[in-house]
């Protein structure tokens, strides 16, 4: 399983961004797929995840609802983190992370991706 998250960079409070997560070695359409972010000095927490069922609704944290959408583009093998009206305090490494199935109790997930860093400044 790889996970190629890009997208990051610096961008001003109120800008969007949308990151990338391209797998290879495992299909989106056929697991849970998900976001989280490590703010410095901070422990990660999870930001946002999408089941493996088509119908399955994406669930955020309290601070992405209204603000973040989570998708998936099964042709390109790739998940998305929409994210729009960026506060300084999203600044973070944000991660992808995936599981078989569907998504694991607690957020424990197996396998993670290398982070892409968002700055937002004000």
């Known amino acids: 399983v790889q996970l190629q998250a890009s997208g990051g960079g610096l961008v001003q409070a109120g800008d969007s961004l949308r990151l990338s997560c391209a797998a290879s070695?495992?299909?989106?359409?056929?697991?849970?797929m998900g976001w989280f972010r490590q703010a410095p000095g901070k422990e990660r927490e999870f930001v946002s995840s999408?089941?493996?069922?088509?119908?399955?609704?994406?669930h955020y944290a309290d601070f992405g609802e209204g603000r973040f959408t989570t998708s998936r583009d099964n042709a390109m093998n790739t998940v998305y983190l929409q994210m729009n009206s960026l506060k300084p305090e999203d600044t973070a490494v944000y991660y992808c992370?995936?599981?078989?199935?569907?998504?694991?109790?607690?957020?424990?997930?197996?396998?993670w991706g290398q982070g892409t860093l968002v700055t937002v400044s004000s």
């Open positions: 070695g495992w299909r989106v359409n056929m697991h849970s």
């Open positions: 992370a995936t599981d078989p199935g569907a998504w694991p109790p607690n957020n424990r997930v197996r396998y």
């Open positions: 999408i089941g493996w069922r088509g119908d399955d609704r994406p």
